[in-house]
Nanobody
Framework: QVQVVESGGGLVQTGGSLRLSCAAS????????MAWSRQAPGKQRELVAH???????WYLDSVKGRFTISRDNANNTVSLQMNSLKPDDTAVYYC?????????WGKGVLVTVSS
């Protein structure tokens, strides 16, 4: 059974930091580009960042310089370090795969940035 499980969400003040973590089943992690996406209230879901197995990264323009995605291939985990958080970053954050014929996503964690 494939599993993708996020952790680390919560409430933080503007300018603060949070680190999200994600553990995925080995069967999908090893060969996949791992990604974080988010969905803010009343908005469409958007891709925030992704990282290849070789640690090539991509970021949404609005988070460049503030967020860092990384992966640990030995432990099948991927993290998202979020610094200088803004109220606009408030959303449910999802971890998953991209670029596969069938992609898998977790249930998400809520990040709330208070002004």
């Amino acid at each position: 059974q494939v599993q993708v499980v996020e952790s680390g969400g919560g409430l933080v003040q503007t300018g603060g930091s949070l680190r999200l973590s994600c553990a995925a089943s080995a069967s999908i992690f090893s060969a996949s580009i791992m990604a974080w996406s988010r969905q803010a209230p009343g908005k469409q879901r958007e891709l925030v960042a992704h990282v290849s197995r070789e640690s090539t990264t991509w970021y949404l323009d609005s988070v460049k310089g503030r967020f860092t995605i990384s992966r640990d291939n030995a432990n099948n985990t991927v993290s998202l370090q979020m610094n200088s958080l803004k109220p606009d970053d408030t959303a449910v954050y999802y971890c998953g795969t991209v670029g596969r014929a069938l992609n898998y996503w977790g249930k998400g964690v809520l990040v709330t940035v208070s002004s």
